[in-house]
């Protein structure tokens, strides 16, 4: 941080000293260390030259994985540590109420937009979890799921036309 002599702050200049004078290097004994556990969680602290500091414990966040981005906590300069908020990948398995298309699973990352699959199929309605309609968008489960396909459905309809004679139909929900 500079130099003294006779404990007064040396500047360099014009030597006026008629003897031979020692000036002394001053080094900061202090550091900055920042702690930036998010955008609202800043810790500052002033930490002796080759002290270590200590850092709190990784935050929980749900859907992410946290770790420090440096782990070197030996103070030798001013430093910043950051926690680092990796999002993490979760299974969608996609179940189908007909047999014509086999259940699967998709990865999707956490906080992430994501596209489902649709089927080509003018009888699919889409998808439910928990009996609630769900659709593409931003992922924000902090666990893996099962979608439901789901499809208009078909009823057996029997007339019976005597003992011999049965006529047998399949018909969509809604038709005549």
Do not use: M
């Amino acid at each position: 941080i500079g130099y003294t002599y006779n404990d007064t702050f040396f500047s360099s200049g014009r030597y006026n000293y008629t003897h031979d004078i020692v000036i002394t290097g001053k080094y900061k004994k202090t550091f900055d260390v920042k702690i930036i556990i998010d955008n609202d969680n800043i810790l500052n602290y002033k930490i002796n030259k080759g002290e270590y500091v200590t850092l709190p414990d990784l935050p929980i966040a749900p859907g992410y994985t946290t770790s420090w981005g440096s782990i070197d906590t030996l103070i030798l300069s001013d430093k910043v540590f950051s926690c680092i908020y990796t999002p993490n990948t979760y299974k969608v398995t996609y179940v189908f109420e007909n047999d014509k298309i086999q259940s699967f699973t998709q990865d999707i990352i956490y906080d992430n937009v994501f596209e489902l699959f649709i089927p080509n199929d003018p009888d699919f309605l889409g998808y439910t979890y928990d009996d609630n309609p769900f659709s593409s968008g931003k992922y924000t489960y902090d666990h893996d799921i099962t979608i439901i396909g789901t499809y208009i459905p078909f009823y057996n309809v029997s007339f019976v036309l005597g003992s011999q004679n049965t006529l047998n139909y399949k018909i969509k929900e809604g038709e005549h």
